[in-house]
């Protein structure tokens, strides 16, 4: 897995309309971040957030969950995911996705 592939990846995910025909669910966005989160800055650099900050808190032990893991590894395992999640869509905007990372 190259970093261009991953950056390609990263770049679909975040243009993704909200109310558009392919939509990862909370748990794959949960996925992504964990996996963009090792990619980028590698194992968890920060204290766990507060009791009340419910959002914050899922993030950080998703990102916590996977220390240890390689920048290398994180980046296959985000574009895998992806590309799962393009693949079961099955529309011709995620065909086209899918073959923009097949070509970074």
């Not at 194992?43 to 900050?53: A, F, Y």
């Not at 240890?68 to 011709?92: F, N």
Request: glycine share 6%.
């Amino acid at each position: 897995m190259t970093e261009a592939k991953f950056n390609k990846a990263v770049e679909i995910v975040q243009a993704l309309p909200k109310d558009g025909p392919i939509k990862p669910s909370q748990d794959d966005q949960l996925y992504f971040y964990k996996y963009y989160k090792q990619a980028t800055i590698g194992d968890v650099n920060t204290s766990r957030p507060g009791m009340l900050d419910f959002t914050g808190k899922a993030k950080w032990d998703a990102w916590k969950s996977v220390e240890g893991v390689t920048k290398e590894e994180a980046w296959a395992k985000y574009v895998e995911k992806l590309v799962e999640i393009l693949k079961a869509a099955d529309t011709e905007e995620s065909k086209g996705f899918v073959a923009q990372i097949e070509a970074a």
